[in-house]
């Protein structure tokens, strides 16, 4: 019995293991990462610039994400001193 990904982690885990299994899907992706994120239900918002990178055994990607909104970055440095996270 298959289930359908209902939250976005679990589409965006479905397509990794797709582009893993499939090479002919990879390459689509590669692509268009735009068009195969729409068909597998990912939302990208309008105006968003996609780039996908297959990584290898030879080769990882260090990816740093955008900062949180503004109001909150204040959530995010409290928890993080909750959780004993040394401050730079």
Do not use: H, Y
Request: aromatic content about 6%; hydrophobic content about 45%; charged content about 15%.
């Amino acid at each position: 019995m298959s289930t359908v990904p209902n939250t976005d982690q679990e589409k965006w885990s479905q397509l990794v293991a797709q582009c893993w299994m499939d090479p002919q899907f990879q390459a689509r992706v590669l692509r268009d990462p735009a068009g195969a994120l729409k068909a597998a239900g990912i939302a990208v918002g309008a105006g968003v610039k996609l780039q996908v990178i297959a990584d290898s055994p030879a080769q990882r990607t260090f990816v740093i994400p955008a900062p949180p909104a503004a109001g909150d970055m204040q959530d995010v440095l409290q928890s993080r001193k909750a959780a004993g996270v040394v401050q730079f």
